[in-house]
């Protein structure tokens, strides 16, 4: 942290040398009063991670199927590693697209995936329950 203190005479503006006591008179004028100005400067380093979440609901539909496209972009928490991650995500329902593109904020690409949304299971909630009948290794 820096400070940076400027003492000028009140009376003829005159610049006056910090070090000096408040009692000092000024070497041009003569007079006692002064303005000191002091200004105080610190660095502070944070990253800020910004999240944008979207839904476009078209009310023809069931309740359950309103939803017709979710989007995300932004910043997420890894819970593996409690580090964070830029992830990009699109479901559209009515064109049947699953996009999801996630980096480390290296720019490392983690998963890169673009296929139909009727192929995309067995992934976070769509993963198959333990006595679900449609299980893998039950097939």
């Known amino acids: 942290m820096t400070d940076d203190r400027e003492v ?6 005159a610049i006056l040398d910090p070090a000096i006591t408040a009692d000092a008179a000024c070497e041009k004028c003569g007079s006692n009063k002064q303005n000191v100005k002091i200004s105080f400067q610190d660095k502070l380093s944070i990253k800020a991670r ?8 078209d009310n023809t539909y069931p309740r359950k199927k309103k939803i017709r496209k979710e989007f995300i972009q932004g910043f997420d928490q890894r819970i593996s590693k409690g580090d964070y991650v830029y992830k990009e ?16 904020e290296t720019g490392e690409v983690i998963r890169s995936v673009t296929e139909k949304l009727s192929d995309h299971y067995g ?17």
Request: glycine share 8%; with cysteine.
């Open 8 to 13: 000028k005479c009140s009376d003829c503006g």
């Open 50 to 57: 910004g999240r944008l979440e979207g839904k476009v609901k």
């Open 89 to 104: 995500r699109d479901i559209d329902r009515d064109n049947d697209t699953y996009r999801e593109h996630i980096t480390e």
């Open 123 to 139: 992934h976070g909630s769509a993963k198959f329950k333990k006595d679900s009948p449609n299980r893998e290794e039950d097939k």
